[in-house]
């Protein structure tokens, strides 16, 4: 069975623009999370999806959205990029709540 | 507020020794127990999970992990490390039903010397 997908996997984006990533959870996986890795921060969790709705949210500003379809294929998008944005942004699907499987990431690199 | 706390930021160890990892949580309710790697330019890899049952859980490539409820610690053990183990390793918790949302460590920086 394939694993979790992410597109693109490096990006680079100047300050103001917007960016959409893209996930595509493993066959038959219904949840969606992403996270956000920096070397400062760590791993935080953005937001989950399950069934196209949104269950949870990370402490994130607004510009930072997401939707799951009902493929349940999901995309993140961050609008007006600040450089603090710069980041391995990941996602992880999961058949249960209990364990999630990720993806290789998107790097994002804001300039 | 559910937390993590890994005790140990880099560990160095020469290979063929054992390892073990600490991880500390707090949390007010049960919570489910993971164990993830990451390599250099790689996604998270899950090595183990607890959820319930056993406390002594196995994973893949050789590590294991102790759950302790008293100390509200799980631990991850290898008793003879390779060259290839070294990576990230990050110990994370979820509140398990309904939530799939993790809570992780701020990772440790296992160093494996020939």
């Known amino acids: 069975k394939a694993g979790v997908t992410q597109t693109p996997r490096y990006l680079i984006k100047t300050r103001g623009q917007q960016v959409t990533l893209s996930c595509s959870p493993i066959?038959?996986?219904?949840?969606v999370s992403w996270y956000q890795q920096t070397p400062g921060q760590g791993l935080q969790f953005l937001f989950e999806?399950?069934?196209?709705?949104?269950?949870n949210k990370g402490n994130f500003p607004g510009r930072f959205s997401g939707r799951q379809f009902s493929n349940s294929r999901s995309e993140m998008n961050v609008s007006t990029l600040e450089l603090g944005d710069s980041a391995l942004y990941l996602c992880?699907?999961?058949?249960?709540?209990?364990?999630?499987?990720f993806g290789p990431g998107t790097r994002l690199t804001v300039l | 507020a559910q937390s993590v706390t890994q005790l140990d930021s880099q560990v160095p160890v020469f290979e063929e020794a054992p390892v073990e990892l600490r991880c500390n949580y707090s949390s007010s309710v049960s919570v489910y127990l993971f164990w993830y790697v990451q390599y250099p330019n790689q996604g998270l890899q899950l090595l183990l999970k607890y959820l319930s049952g056993s406390t002594l859980v196995k994973g893949i490539n050789g590590f294991e992990a102790e759950f302790n409820k008293s100390q509200t610690s799980f631990h991850l053990r290898k008793p003879s490390v390779h060259i290839s183990d070294t990576a990230e390793y990050f110990c994370a918790v979820s509140l398990g039903s309904n939530t799939g949302k993790l809570i992780f460590g701020q990772g440790t920086t296992l160093q494996v010397k020939p």
């Open positions: 066959s038959g996986h219904r949840s």
């Open positions: 999806y399950f069934s196209e709705t949104q269950r």
């Open positions: 992880a699907s999961s058949l249960y709540p209990d364990t999630q499987y």
